[in-house]
């Protein structure tokens, strides 16, 4: 039987005791947490069983993948969330990063979510843009999807050599085996329960479809974006629930910082990425103060 919660589902790399103040923001009665680690992540098996002994609402995949930017190593922690959360049938999977905060109060998130039950909350766009179809038209070696500034010339030079950053030359694309168009957008999402059994049943009974995923470029990308688009429930799709700051021009979202407080606060979002607390504590401090009042 589905429950009445909901399954927050973290990826985390970096600073435990961020990851606990996220946790924090959340009530017990309505929010489940799953977190997977990496396994670079400096952080034993006695850091994670104090975790979930102290939070009765937190569980951790048995399972620690190691992650990489840029290639399909993003995935199979992604899954092994999905499919630990979904044997509790959820109402929403809601998916984000340890470098994550909810900017409004986890009820006011519970229930405008319990309004919104056959909604999934997932950014996209289509493959037209040609900035993007390289990624997927592409055969992607390991070595090429590095985040290294030498991964990203020879990534450049290859592009080049094989059409141009808005072409590809017909002799160097990659078979799509699945026949699908491919969409594309940010990481993180929020998906309803049956969705969610619908991308596990895929990825359960058509292999193929997953390993057409695996020599792209930024699968994690694209990979939740094409499923639904091309799926029944391409009609459900509303935009995603978090406030990311791309402005300025990197691989990478800006960290916010105390300068961001106003955008932070007028947000019509429930989330905000990304925070660092090596690199500014007093905006952490505040968001949680804040969410902490409203639920009072």
């Known amino acids: 039987m589905k ?44 850091d994670i069983t104090n975790i979930t002994n102290k939070y009765s609402n937190v569980y951790c995949t048995e399972t620690r993948y190691q992650v990489g930017w840029g290639n399909y190593t993003m995935l199979p922690p992604e899954f092994e969330l999905l499919k630990t959360a979904n044997k509790n049938q959820y109402m929403f999977y809601i998916f984000i990063s340890g470098q994550d905060l909810l900017i409004k109060n986890s009820l006011s998130l519970y229930d405008y979510l319990q309004n919104n039950k056959e909604k999934n909350f997932i950014h996209f766009f289509s493959e037209e843009l ?20 030498f991964s990203k010339v020879l990534r450049n030079v290859y592009k080049i050599c094989t059409g141009g950053k808005g072409k590809t030359f017909r002799i160097f694309k990659r078979k799509n085996t699945i026949n699908d168009n491919y969409y594309f957008g940010e990481f993180w999402y929020t998906i309803n329960n049956d969705f969610c059994n619908y ?6 009974n058509e ?3 997953l390993n057409n995923f695996k020599s792209t470029l930024n699968p994690d990308e694209s990979f939740m974006q094409t499923t639904i688009m091309n799926s029944p429930f391409s009609k459900s ?33 429930y989330f905000a990425r990304k925070f660092d607390l090596d690199v500014d504590s007093n905006i952490i401090d505040f968001v949680i103060n804040k969410t902490q009042e409203q639920d009072k």
């Open 199 to 204: 991308v596990l049943a895929k990825l359960s």
């Open 3 to 46: 429950s009445e919660k909901i399954a927050i589902m973290v990826l985390a790399h970096k600073n435990i005791k961020q990851i606990q103040m996220l946790i924090s923001q959340f009530d017990s009665s309505y929010f489940d947490i799953y977190i997977h680690f990496d396994a670079r992540m400096q952080i034993n098996n006695d």
């Open 130 to 149: 040609s900035k993007y179809k390289k990624r997927v038209e592409l055969y992607y070696p390991y070595s090429l999807t590095k985040k290294s500034f």
């Open 237 to 269: 799709v509303s935009d995603f629930l978090s406030y990311i700051d791309w402005s300025n021009g990197g691989s990478s979202p800006k960290v916010l910082t105390v300068d961001d407080k106003e955008n932070i606060i007028n947000s019509d979002k």
């Open 207 to 209: 292999p193929e479809y």
